[in-house]
């Protein structure tokens, strides 16, 4: 269904605050497609601020496609690690091989072959297309639903198909022909540095034209469901030293969360837990079990324990048990690792296992 959306004086007021408060943001300046890619990619679950360094860091080092599309896995994974969401880093590099391949390394132009890419979804798809090449294509992203949820007082949760599609309807129908880039990009930051969760509307160009505003009830907009429940998991950790000092890694399969990285040795039980620490019940076999996996036979002192901590991924928890235990040396099969815990930082270990050796090479654990 047709929506008409912002009208043509909301647009302009829209445009001309963004023209005077957009940030300076790195990926605002050489809009390539390429670069608008990795920035989406990137901010999808991130903050701008934690993005800004990875950006800066992956652009010198892979500073267009091809270079991106010839990388070491190692070597992307290790610039990635710590942003989280890892499948997203080896969709990119899928992708940008992809694009190689089919396209003669130029990033392809209809939005259908760009939608069929690896990674890629409706809103990635017109980002890059809108942004990088003012193709005529609104996003809808969190952001900008909340603000037109809000100015059109759109009842419902906008993760719910029918939401979404009014909500999208809405911003295709204010979009100005030929400027979906700068009108997309003017609402995302609206929400993100204005209409955010607590609004600031003595400060927002859409003011006059807002029915939560003028009805006071920016609150109740956008609806928010039940959050799903987010299970919690115990996990054994290992921090191994392995004949002079370096510590064992191993490296996961390339598919699932974490794919690809190298990682602490770990063991995951399947019990969900409650609120409650994990009991020894639990732990014991889940130890027993992870030193039985290992390539080298633990020496002669039994496993510490080390402080437990919780991680929180978007659909689980983990808690982690990390226990040092030193190994005898042995010859390791290929997708094992001795390294030195002081150049782990080639490897792209997780942002959880970064704190683990973090802590313990500083002595606190
Ligand atoms: S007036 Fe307030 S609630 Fe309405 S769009 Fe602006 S910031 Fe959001």
Redesign the pocket.
Known sequence: VAEQGLDRNGVEALLQWFQRNARDLPWRHDRSPYRVWVSEIMLQQTQVDTVIPYFQRFMQEFPDLDRLAEAHEDRLMALWAGLGYYSRARNLQKAARQIVAEYGGRFPEDPALVRGLPGFGDYTTAAVLSLSRGQDLAVLDGNVA??LA??FTVEGDPRTGPVRRRLQALADGGMPAGRAGEYNEALME??AT???PR???E?????GS????ASGR?QE?PARGPRPARPCFASVVLVAPIGGGRILLHRRPGKGLLGGLWELPAQRGQQELDANRAPDSIVRPLLCELLDTLPARAGKGAARALPVFRHHYSHFSVELHPHEQELLPHTLPAEWRAVDPATRDGLGVSASDRRILDSWAGGDL
């Open positions: 909340r603000v809000r100015v609206l929400g204005v209409c955010r609004p600031l509307c400060s927002c160009p859409l003011a807002c029915q939560a505003r920016q907009f």
